[in-house]
């Protein structure tokens, strides 16, 4: 937008976070010492050096949980330990111990050695949420305060009070918002709805289709005037990939089907129109 001269406001720092493992990583970490029994943050500690995340060993966590009672903490503690054995999970009771030894150390520094561990100086990957770090730092010495403000500026981030330009949102940050003009961009299966891994159960799966169902109504209702709903047919399976969206055949090239919330719209909607004869 730039290039072209328009005027823009990124009203969203989630991008501290987007394809940054070192910066997921440190956060993960930040949101266990504030709550114990964060158990995404957990998942993602297990997982994160991993390519595949360790879904398959993760599942036969879940299922001994799911027949026992035990929760997931419990289970790797009893295995990490030696009270219990679930056959090829011995990769991940060793990950387990690893990341509870780190806790332990993390606990007891010193918030600002806490912060430089998690979040070191001078590493481009951890430099932006460093910063938002450090500018919460400035108002409290008490980490779960800490917490607070820094998830509150990742996903609530403040709207400027004026804006002559393009407001360029999250789904959430657009609720109570509405413009003369509504574009929803990336509206592609694997972005809207967005992927759900396969260690989810298919229940919560389905909770989660169901948020994002009602946030990309929400998202329709924003506008006053023209509402403009834009998907891609084929791309760069580069950018498939990083946009995490359903990649289709070919090579190089792939064809992008486009967000199932889309049909739900009715004969009502109308037909789409190329971008360069809509433009």
Avoid at 17 to 40: R, S, T
Avoid at 89 to 109: D, F, H, Q
Avoid at 219 to 245: K, P, Q
Wanted: aromatic share 6%; with cysteine; glycine share 6%.
């Amino acid at each position: 937008l730039g290039d072209q001269g328009v005027r823009s406001h990124t009203c969203f720092s989630d991008a501290v976070l987007k394809e940054k493992k070192l910066a997921q990583e440190g956060y993960a970490y930040l949101n266990i010492l504030h709550d114990g029994n964060d158990l995404v943050s957990l998942r993602i500690l297990l997982g994160i050096d991993k390519v595949d995340k360790r879904s398959r060993t993760y599942e036969r966590i879940r299922k001994h949980c799911f027949e026992s009672g035990d929760t997931v903490i419990e289970t790797l503690h009893k295995i990490e330990s030696g009270q219990l054995h679930i056959p090829y999970t011995a990769n991940l009771a060793e990950r387990y111990k690893i990341v509870t030894e780190r806790l332990e150390n993390l606990s007891n520094m010193e918030l600002s050695e806490l912060i430089d561990d998690l979040f070191p100086d001078n590493v481009s990957e951890v430099a932006e949420i460093r910063k938002l770090v450090l500018a919460a730092q400035e108002k409290t010495e008490d980490i779960h305060e800490l917490w607070t403000l820094l998830n509150t500026e990742i996903v609530q981030p403040e709207l400027p009070e004026a804006n002559d330009g393009v407001l360029i949102l999250t789904l959430h940050k657009a609720k109570g918002l509405t413009a003369k003009m509504v574009a929803i961009v990336n509206c592609l299966e694997g972005c809207i709805p967005y992927h759900v891994d396969d260690f989810v159960s298919e229940q919560e799966k389905q909770v989660v289709l169901a948020e994002q169902e009602r946030l990309f109504f929400v998202a329709l209702t924003r506008t006053t005037n023209i509402l403009l709903i834009s998907s891609s047919g084929i791309m760069r399976r580069g950018d498939v990939a990083r946009l995490g969206a359903v990649p289709g055949s070919g090579r190089y090239w792939s064809e992008t089907p486009a967000s199932r919330f889309i049909d739900m719209l009715g004969p009502s909607a109308p037909n789409p129109i190329i971008g360069e004869v809509y433009i």
